[in-house]
């Protein structure tokens, strides 16, 4: 069975870091492309950012280009979302997510390109 669990949300201040954590088990992602999405209130489901299954191929979205960095262990199989200049329009609910296909050469932004997703973790940015 295939879990993902985030952590590493949290309150902070605009202009703070915040880094978010999303383990993996009962399936490895050196095979599959990693996403992150967040969701406001109100919102649809957006995406942030993703990281290839190669570990060298990387998407951002331009509301967080060069301000947010993904990387990954994978003798831990997690994956990480490192925020930085933090704003109060990044406050959402945050998800990683699991690509559904095995080796896909593109990284999709669409949430319906992947299959597992996470629980969630909250990030309130305060001004």
């Known amino acids: 069975q295939v879990q993902l669990v985030e952590s590493g949300g949290g309150l902070v201040q605009a202009g703070g870091s915040l880094r978010l954590s999303c383990a993996a088990s009962?399936?490895?992602?050196?095979?599959?492309?990693m996403g992150w999405f967040r969701q406001a209130p109100g919102k649809e489901r957006e995406f942030v950012g993703a990281?290839?299954?190669?570990?060298?191929?990387?998407a951002y979205a331009d509301s967080v280009k060069g301000r947010f960095t993904i990387s990954r262990d994978i003798t831990k199989n997690t994956v990480y979302l490192q925020m930085y200049s933090l704003t109060p329009e990044d406050t959402a609910v945050y998800y990683c997510?699991?690509?559904?296909?095995?080796?896909?050469?593109?990284?999709?932004?669409?949430?319906?390109?992947?299959?597992?997703w996470g629980q969630g973790t909250q990030v309130t940015v305060a001004s």
């Open positions: 997510a699991i690509d559904r296909l095995r080796f896909r050469d593109a990284i999709r932004s669409n949430p319906e390109e992947y299959e597992y």
């Open positions: 009962g399936r490895t992602f050196s095979s599959l492309n």
């Open positions: 990281i290839g299954w190669s570990g060298s191929k990387f």
